[in-house]
């Protein structure tokens, strides 16, 4: 399982699985189909002795421990499940299913064996806490924009009966295409243009309407897609940087181990001097040995300092103790700000019973989050709201629930 010639032979069997799912096309011959059918079951055959292989040489526990090799098995046993279901005509052979997507990710083997791509893959993965955060705040973004688009310009794009317009903001989920739309770059112009002219075009004041369209594409394109471009940098610098660690590890253990080479030859010369005088060059040459031949020692790397005797080469005391914390991993305790000196309104003081209430009230948790759900309630009734029909009954529901809203916020 470790050995050069079966890392080459995965290599080949996943460079043919390849081939043989860039070779599936439209209208092909029966003879192709056949052969693919028949390339397909032969490749998972393979795939499977691959892992039953590595959980005999490995044992199950520690085949399971490593996140890829469940990956591996989750590929291996949706191709299993898949010709199974083939063969017993449950499903068909030449229909779309997830199962029979399943054989794509058998690609992914590739990174598994190149060190490079793996660090790469490693990398991205664990920036995913800030790519979520990212995602999260720029969801928002278009959700904000898309319910600003419906209020102004919600039944506002049919100022041409005989065109039908595709990008428009008459709903909220036709809004968010909208907004992403104009995001991508794609065309977003021309959604411009409509806005402009359903305010009355360019001679009027339908020009200010423009300002909406600007700010939404500096600020989502220029400014929240781009950092996706920073993360991505950065996470090919942290890859770049664990390439050349591990390029420093290799070549420390080849100095390392060329350095007990030398030691165990002038070991052997001195063992050959006469009774009398072999403690004293012995120590003398070691000294010397010590002295000349530095002995890098990376951190983390025990296995190697395991070999060396201990007698012959004193290692330096690497200190243990706990990891100091990042700033980013400590959790800072809010604390209830005092409350304002002075008076409010000119009437209430800082000791005024009303207003030591109402300032414990609104820094409760439970006020903080009741507003917060009246927000969510806010922005749902907002995109529920008809643009088209002004006085419908759904608006007319949802005028009721602003006037609560309204007086819940004041």
């Known amino acids: 399982v470790k050995s050069v010639t079966f890392y080459w032979l995965v290599i080949i069997l996943v460079f043919l699985n390849t081939l043989t799912i860039a070779s599936e096309h439209y209208n092909q011959p029966e003879w192709l189909t056949e052969v693919q059918d028949v390339a397909n079951k032969v490749l998972l055959a393979l795939f499977t002795l691959e892992m039953l292989v590595k959980m005999y040489s490995l044992g199950l526990q520690a085949y399971f421990v490593s996140l890829f090799n469940r990956f591996d098995c989750f590929v291996v046993c949706g191709g299993i499940v898949e010709t199974i279901l083939v063969e017993l005509a449950i499903m068909s052979p030449l229909g779309i299913s997830v199962l029979r997507c399943v054989r794509l990710l058998r690609i992914f083997k590739v990174t598994r064996h190149w060190a490079s791509l793996s660090n790469l893959v490693a990398s991205l993965l664990n920036s995913m806490k800030s790519i979520a955060s990212l995602l999260l705040l720029l969801f928002l973004f278009i959700i904000i924009f898309s319910l600003l688009g419906m209020q102004l310009f919600g039944g506002k794009f049919n100022f041409d009966e005989t065109v039908t317009k595709r990008s428009t903001f008459d709903n909220f989920p036709q809004a968010l295409l909208t907004v ?20 009355g075009g360019p001679a009027s004041s339908g020009m ?70 072999t403690k004293v060059l012995t120590e003398a040459l070691l000294e ?32 243990s103790g706990p990891r100091p914390q990042r700033i980013s991993e400590l959790t800072l305790k809010e604390k209830t700000p005092p409350i304002p000196e002075g008076s409010a309104f000119f009437l209430f003081s800082s000791t005024n019973p009303f207003r030591v209430f109402c300032h414990k009230l609104i820094n409760h948790q439970i006020f903080t989050n009741l507003i917060l759900v009246f927000i969510m309630l806010s922005s749902v009734s907002l995109a529920a709201e008809d643009p088209i029909r002004n006085f419908s009954a759904r608006n007319i529901i949802l005028s009721y629930a602003d006037y609560v809203f309204t007086s819940m916020f004041t």
Do not use: H
């Open 180 to 199: 992403f739309q104009i995001l991508t770059g794609e065309d977003w112009n021309t959604v411009m243009y409509d806005g402009i002219m359903a305010y």
């Open 288 to 319: 010397g040995d010590k002295e000349s031949l530095p002995v890098i020692d990376p951190p983390g790397d025990d296995e190697d300092v395991d070999d060396v005797d201990d007698d012959n080469v004193n290692l330096p005391d690497v200190p």
């Open 208 to 277: 200010v309407v423009c300002i909406y369209f600007i700010i939404l594409f500096i600020c989502g394109n220029y400014i929240l897609l781009n950092v996706f471009l920073a993360i991505a940098v950065d996470n090919l610098a942290d890859a770049e940087s664990l390439n050349t660690a591990q390029k420093e590890e290799e070549e420390a253990k080849k100095r390392k181990n060329s350095a007990k080479d030398t030691i165990a030859e002038k070991k052997v010369e001195i063992a050959e001097v006469k009774d009398g005088e």
